[in-house]
C-alpha cells in the first residue's frame, strides 16, 4: 500500500463550480499536512498548511483534514480557469522527508 | 515574500558529465531538501540536510549525487556521472523547522535534461 494516495485525474470542471480534491494515507505518524499547486514546468506553491484536525479557509480554498479517517481534501470555491493546474497533497510526521501524492490535474473550463 | 531561488532553470548535459545544481534557501530557514520529478510522474525526495549534514536520504540518491552548503547561503545538488534516466525537473526546497508553523518552501526548479 502506498504511504499516499491521490488520484491523478485528469478533473475537468466548469468555471464557477466547487471542486474537491483529495488524498487518503496509510502512516499514521503523519501529523501536517500541505496542499500545493504546480503549473507545468514551475516548483511546487504552497496554497494550505495545515496540522490539527478539521477545517481551515483561506480565500476561496478550504482545507479538511480527518486523521481518524487518514483523508484530506481541498476544496476550491467559485473555481477559475487560472485555478487549472495540479494539485499536490503532501505531508510529513514532524521529521525530515515530506511525502507527496502524486498530483490531480485539474482543468476549470471557461 | 522570500523565496528559494535555483539557477540555472534549464542544464543540458551529455551523459557522464558532472553536474552542479545549485539553490539560495530562504534565508532564515534551517532545513533544506532536493526532491526530484520525472515528466509526468510525482514528486520524489532525494535527501535533507540539516546543521551540514544530511539528516536522510532517499534510495535514488546514491554515490553518484552529493550535497553541499559551501557558504551558508548556496546549497548546491552535484551529480558526479550523468545518466540517461536522469533526465528531470529537480527541486530545492527549504523550511524554518520542523513541525509547526513550518511547511516546505518550493524552488521553481532547474530542468536538467541528459542526452
Known amino acids: 500500500q502506498k504511504e499516499v494516495e491521490q488520484d491523478p485525474g485528469p478533473l475537468s470542471v466548469p468555471e464557477g463550480a466547487i471542486v474537491s480534491l483529495n488524498c487518503t494515507y496509510s502512516?499514521?505518524?503523519?501529523?501536517?499536512f500541505m496542499w500545493y499547486r504546480q503549473y507545468s514546468r514551475k516548483g511546487p506553491e504552497l496554497l494550505m498548511y495545515?496540522?490539527?484536525?478539521g477545517n481551515k479557509e483561506d480565500g476561496r480554498f478550504t482545507a479538511q483534514v480527518d486523521k481518524s479517517s487518514k483523508y484530506i481534501s481541498l476544496f476550491i470555491r467559485d473555481s477559475q480557469p487560472s485555478d487549472s493546474a495540479t494539485y499536490l497533497c503532501?505531508?510529513?510526521?514532524?521529521?525530515?522527508?515530506?511525502?507527496f501524492g502524486t498530483g490531480t490535474k485539474l482543468q476549470v473550463i471557461p | 515574500e522570500p523565496e528559494v531561488t535555483q539557477t540555472p532553470s534549464h542544464q543540458v548535459t551529455q551523459m557522464g558529465q558532472e553536474v552542479i545544481l545549485r539553490c539560495v534557501p530562504i534565508?532564515?530557514?534551517?532545513?533544506f531538501y532536493w526532491y526530484r520529478q520525472i515528466l509526468g510522474q510525482k514528486v520524489e525526495f532525494l535527501v535533507s540536510?540539516?546543521?551540514?549534514?544530511?539528516?536522510?536520504k532517499s534510495e535514488i540518491f546514491d554515490d553518484q549525487f552529493s550535497v553541499e552548503r559551501p557558504d551558508g547561503s548556496n546549497f548546491t545538488l552535484k551529480i558526479r556521472s550523468t545518466k540517461l534516466e536522469d533526465s528531470a525537473m529537480y527541486f530545492c526546497?527549504?523550511?524554518?523547522?520542523?513541525?509547526?508553523?513550518?511547511?516546505?518552501?518550493f524552488g521553481n526548479g532547474t530542468r536538467l535534461t541528459v542526452t
Open positions: 503532501a505531508m510529513d510526521g514532524g521529521y525530515q522527508k515530506v511525502t
Open positions: 495545515t496540522y490539527s484536525s
Open positions: 526546497a527549504s523550511r524554518q523547522g520542523r513541525g509547526r508553523g513550518s511547511p516546505l518552501h
Open positions: 540536510f540539516y546543521n551540514n549534514e544530511i539528516s536522510e
Open positions: 502512516n499514521s505518524a503523519f501529523q501536517y
Open positions: 534565508s532564515n530557514h534551517l532545513y
